[in-house]
T-cell receptor, first 110, second 118 residues
Framework: KNQVEQSPQSLIILEGKNCTLQCNYTVSPFSNLRWYKQDTGRGPVSLTIMTFSENTKSNGRYTATLDADTKQSSLHITASQLSDSASYICVVSAYSTLTFGKGTMLLVSP | EPEVTQTPSHQVTQMGQEVILRCVPISNHLYFYWYRQILGQKVEFLVSFYNNEISEKSEIFDDQFSVERPDGSNFTLKIRSTKLEDSAMYFC????????????????FGDGTRLSIL
C-alpha cells in the first residue's frame, strides 16, 4: 500500500531560524514528489515538484531534497517568517494519483 | 493569478440527502480532481477526470459518488445518500495541458467546501 510518512508531527521555531522537515515514502510507481503548504482553512499550495532525477529544488526560502534510493525527502526553510506558520505536506505522485502525508504543523513564534 | 474556485464554502445537509459540490477549475486546465480531508486527517484522493471521463479513482470513490463536467467551466462532485462519515473538507484541483510530462505539473487547489452531515 502506498504510504507517505512525515516527521516531526509538529514543530515550533523562533522567527528567523531555519528548520528541516522530513518525509519518507513507499509509493510505486514513482512519478514525482511534491511539497505543499496548507494554511489553516485553505487549500494546499504547491511549493516544489521533483522528479526521480532531481536531487534538490528551491523556491525562494524553501529548498527540497530528494533521495530516490532511500525514498526520503526533506524540506528546508531558511530564515523563517511568521507567515510560514502552516502545515507542510509531502505528497508523492504515481501518475496522476497523489498520496498525501499527514503533514508537519509548523508554528513560527515571534 | 488564476484560481480554482469552489462553492459553497460550507454546506450543511441532513443525513440521507444528496449534495452537489461545485468547482470552477482554471480555465485552460485539462485535468480535474476531487480530494477530501476529514478533520484532523490527511488529504485523500477521490477521483481524477480528463476528456470528460474518469481517468483514475480511489477505493473511497464508490457508487455513492459521481462527477460531472456539465458545461465548459464547472466540475461537480455529487454525493448521494449522505452519511455522517461523509463530513469532511472537499477540495477540487486542476492541472494544465497534456504534455509528455503532464503528471509532473502542479495541481492547483481551491479552498474547499466544508461538508457537514447532520
Amino acid at each position: 500500500k502506498n504510504q507517505v510518512e512525515q516527521s516531526p508531527q509538529s514543530l515550533i521555531i523562533l522567527e528567523g531560524k531555519n528548520c528541516t522537515l522530513q518525509c519518507n515514502y513507499t509509493v510505486s510507481p514513482f512519478s514525482n514528489l511534491r511539497w505543499y503548504k496548507q494554511d489553516t482553512g485553505r487549500g494546499p499550495v504547491s511549493l516544489t515538484i521533483m522528479t526521480f532525477s532531481e536531487n534538490t529544488k528551491s523556491n525562494g526560502r524553501y529548498t527540497a531534497t530528494l533521495d530516490a534510493d532511500t525514498k526520503q525527502s526533506s524540506l528546508h526553510i531558511t530564515a523563517s517568517q511568521l507567515s510560514d506558520s502552516a502545515s507542510y505536506i509531502c505528497v508523492v505522485s504515481a501518475y496522476s494519483t497523489l498520496t498525501f502525508g499527514k503533514g508537519t504543523m509548523l508554528l513560527v513564534s515571534p | 493569478e488564476p484560481e480554482v474556485t469552489q462553492t459553497p464554502s460550507h454546506q450543511v445537509t441532513q443525513m440521507g440527502q444528496e449534495v452537489i459540490l461545485r468547482c470552477v477549475p482554471i480555465s485552460n486546465h485539462l485535468y480535474f480532481y476531487w480530494y477530501r480531508q476529514i478533520l484532523g486527517q490527511k488529504v485523500e484522493f477521490l477521483v481524477s477526470f480528463y476528456n470528460n471521463e474518469i481517468s483514475e479513482k480511489s477505493e473511497i470513490f464508490d457508487d455513492q459518488f459521481s462527477v460531472e463536467r456539465p458545461d465548459g467551466s464547472n466540475f461537480t462532485l455529487k454525493i448521494r445518500s449522505t452519511k455522517l462519515e461523509d463530513s469532511a473538507m472537499y477540495f477540487c484541483a486542476s492541472s494544465g495541458a497534456r504534455t509528455a510530462t503532464y503528471s509532473n505539473q502542479p495541481q492547483h487547489f481551491g479552498d474547499g467546501t466544508r461538508l457537514s452531515i447532520l
